[in-house]
């Protein structure tokens, strides 16, 4: 990590814990004492003492040990020493009375403030799609309506079907045949004459 992304990370540390009035001195053009000072503003001693072990335990963990610490019995304005950088955290009637940036105002100085965290709304797209009604396909629809039209019969079948259906013609000389049949036979008048011939030739 560079110093300039030391220093960044260091305001970022001072916001968390809502320092005000966060500036950054550049001094390496104008001292040896370091190389920048980052000086910020707190409103109470519980604040200060918040921010400066916010800055020590998040650096620390980081690998970046504190090479010296001030104020932390008055909690007025602590000191924090990391070499290339020292970090002022002041009570605001404190910073005031010392005026550090004026005192270094041949250095160059930078107002760094807060930018709130871009939070990306996602839309709920699924809930979307499951109230979203399905759509039947127009195929469906027709096949049904196949199914439910009824078959058509060929003209064919139908009067095949006409045919079986209708009783059959008798031809006239068939019915004539099966009356002949029927009638009783007729006992012709010749027997009757022969049996009375016998009769008389007996009596004589």
């Not at 979307?128 to 019969?153: D, G, Q």
């Not at 079907?161 to 008798?170: C, D, L």
Request: charged share 40%; glycine share 2%; proline share 4%.
């Amino acid at each position: 990590m560079t110093t300039k992304q030391l220093v960044k990370k260091i305001t970022q540390l001072i916001f968390e814990k809502k320092g005000s009035d966060v500036k950054v001195i550049e001094l390496m053009t104008v001292s040896t004492i370091a190389d920048y000072f980052v000086i910020c503003s707190a409103d109470s001693d519980t604040q200060v003492r918040a921010i400066a072990d916010n800055i020590d335990k998040s650096l620390r963990d980081e690998g970046m040990r504190l090479w010296h610490k001030e104020g932390t019995t008055a909690l007025q304005w602590v000191l924090l020493d990391y070499v290339d950088i020292v970090i002022h955290v002041f009570q605001k009637d404190i910073r005031a009375f010392y005026n550090l940036e004026k005192l270094w105002s041949d250095a160059p100085i930078e107002a760094v403030e807060d930018k709130p965290k871009k939070v990306r709304v996602v839309k709920p797209k699924t809930e979307k799609v499951e109230a979203k009604p399905k759509k039947v396909s127009s195929a469906k629809p027709k096949a049904e309506k196949a199914e439910v039209k009824p078959k058509k019969v060929s003209a064919a079948k139908t009067k095949a079907e006409k045919a079986e259906a209708k009783p059959k013609k008798v031809s006239a000389a068939k019915l004539k045949a099966e009356k002949a049949e029927v009638k009783p036979k007729k006992v012709t008048a010749a027997k009757p004459k022969t049996k009375k011939a016998e009769t008389r030739g007996e009596k004589g």
